[in-house]
């Protein structure tokens, strides 16, 4: 079965820094990966969708790549902020009727 | 308001006692998702609905059952709460508009937290 890696243990960065977090996958690429952001007793709220020929998707701040051949998807904040602290979840769509599935997600920690 | 509302918010209930977690939402979208979180595992489905005629299985749908009353209410229910169905559910919705592809973005609820006893 399908199982996808996000690291468990936070990440802890100093404000202004480059975050970066990653989501590897097993056996065959998605169709589509997404990244969404979690606040502590909140929903996830989508961020970015990236499609398997597609190499790169930006915006504003954020930045999302998708290397099938590592099957792995990098997730950058660039400029972080306190304000970005939060569990990112990266969600994978193998085209098999919409279902997404969910990596279990990576804490970051921006501090001032 | 939230377009995507769950309730109710906080519930403690005892083993065996039956359930039921409404969602409802004003996106007008067709496609609603029952998820529960526990810490480590991330999120997990449970049911999925592609319409009201439509009821499907997720990945962990023993000990849960649900029911789309119109396009905008799917609720789940828990026959016979357990501890171990101790966790954080989350209701989502998504939408496929005609010549789109798969790949669409599920919007969440905020999520119903649940203690079994």
């Known amino acids: 079965s399908q199982k996808i890696e996000q690291n468990s243990e936070a990440l802890n960065i100093q404000e202004g820094k480059t975050a970066t977090l990653t989501c590897n996958y097993t056996n065959y690429s998605p169709a589509y990966l997404q990244w969404y952001r979690q606040d502590p007793g909140r929903g996830p709220v989508f961020l970015l969708l990236i499609r398997e020929n597609e190499k790169e998707k930006r915006k504003e701040r954020l930045k999302v790549t998708f290397d099938t051949t590592l099957k792995q998807s990098l997730f950058h904040i660039t400029a972080s902020q306190p304000a970005d602290s939060a569990t990112y979840l990266c969600?994978?769509?193998w085209g098999h009727g919409n279902k997404l599935v969910f990596g279990a997600g990576t804490i970051l920690r921006v501090k001032s | 308001d939230a377009d995507v509302t769950q309730t109710p918010r906080n519930r403690i209930t005892k083993t065996g006692k039956r359930i039921m977690l409404e969602c409802s939402q004003t996106k007008g979208h067709d496609r609603m998702y029952w998820y529960r979180q526990d810490p480590g595992l991330g999120l997990r489905l449970i049911y999925y609905s592609f319409d009201v005629k439509d009821i499907n299985k997720g990945e962990i749908s023993d000990g849960y059952s649900v029911s789309r009353q119109a396009q905008a209410k799917f609720s789940l229910s828990l026959e016979s709460a357990i501890p171990n169905q101790t966790a954080l559910y989350f209701c989502?919705?998504?939408?496929?508009?005609?010549?789109?592809?798969?790949?669409?973005?599920?919007?969440f609820g905020p999520g119903t937290r649940l203690l079994v006893l």
């Open positions: 989502a919705t998504s939408d496929r508009r005609p010549g789109q592809g798969a790949g669409e973005t599920q919007y």
């Open positions: 969600a994978l769509d």
